[in-house]
């Protein structure tokens, strides 16, 4: 084994470079004899983007909807607050929205929440949800904690409660005062 020693360091002659040419031409064109390919459609189809489940509902992902949503219907439940603003726009959409603040819990717990508001809302929304309103569900602190099924039973109290007109429309905001050293 003392051969190894004396084996040189570098290759015995150059070798060809790894690259293969290419043909010259414009890159962005094919080279060939076929053309372009056909262009595709644009917009993504039975994809869920922004539909929930495929079921009729529409996800909210604007500020200015959940803004919006505050002026509408508000029913508070032990687990969550809902809040319905119909939107007059001429569509029997159903948009739903999910909010869990920070005060909740860390990200885990907020997604968690999310999560369980998202399954809620598939399953009761669509056959009980006011047709051509949004809809937003505001996590509270108690409702990880809650069983499903007391969750399903509140949202559909607090929907039948909204359609009868129990809960009062357009809560007029509370005025604010300075708050200062008197």
Request: glycine letters at 12%; proline letters at 10%; a positive charge.
């Amino acid at each position: 084994m003392t051969d190894e020693a004396h084996f040189p360091a570098e290759p015995p002659c150059a070798q060809a470079s790894p690259r293969l040419p290419r043909a010259f031409g414009d890159p962005r064109r094919p080279q060939g004899p076929g053309g372009a390919p056909r262009p595709r459609p644009q917009d993504a189809f039975g994809l869920t983007g922004r539909e929930a489940g495929g079921r009729g509902l529409i996800t909210l992902n604007r500020r200015a909807d959940f803004l919006a949503a505050n002026s509408g219907s508000r029913a508070p439940a032990p687990g969550f607050v809902l809040l319905v603003r119909t939107r007059d726009d001429g569509s029997d959409a159903i948009r739903v929205g999910y909010t869990v603040t920070r005060k909740i819990g860390g990200a885990v717990v907020r997604n968690r929440m999310k999560r369980r508001f998202r399954a809620l809302a598939a399953e009761i929304l669509p056959t009980e949800g006011v047709p051509g309103a949004d809809h937003v569900l505001i996590g509270r602190a108690g409702g990880i904690e809650r069983p499903f099924s007391d969750l399903r039973r509140e949202l559909s109290k607090a929907l039948s409660r909204i359609r009868s007109g129990a809960v009062a429309d357009n809560r007029s905001p509370r005025p604010r005062t300075k708050a200062g050293p008197r």
